[in-house]
């Protein structure tokens, strides 16, 4: 079993970053692919990025040179640093851990 907790989320202006955090408990957390994902009001969940074992990343294009995505596997540590936010990254963030495991969410707000 995994367990996830992501923290990180709050208020920024448009412009500013933030840096979310999920920490994973359980073991083998080298062998996981994960992620984050998003899910603004009104849609869908959907990709923002992804991280496999071997170091492959893949990125929703709306995000591609402005956020990164990476971990630590000695403190079962999955990061999404997030720059040059706007308003339209404004969504509620999970973390995921490939077998099924998500987080609780963490709400990101992008708005002066």
């Known amino acids: 079993q995994v367990q996830l907790v992501e923290s990180g989320g709050g208020l920024v202006q448009p412009g500013g970053s933030l840096r979310l955090s999920c920490a994973a408990s359980?073991?083998?957390?080298?062998?996981?692919?994960v992620g984050w994902y998003r899910q603004a009001p009104g849609k869908q969940r959907g990709l923002v990025a992804t991280?496999?074992?071997?170091?492959?990343?893949n990125y929703a294009d709306s995000v591609k040179g402005r956020f990164t995505i990476s971990r630590d596997n000695g403190k079962n540590l999955v990061i999404l640093q997030m720059n040059s936010l706007k308003p339209e990254d404004t969504a509620v963030y999970y973390c995921?851990?490939?077998?099924?495991?998500w987080g609780q969410g963490t709400q990101v707000t992008v708005s002066s």
């Open positions: 359980g073991s083998n957390f080298n062998f996981y692919t």
């Open positions: 991280l496999t074992p071997g170091g492959s990343t």
């Open positions: 995921y851990f490939s077998g099924g495991y």
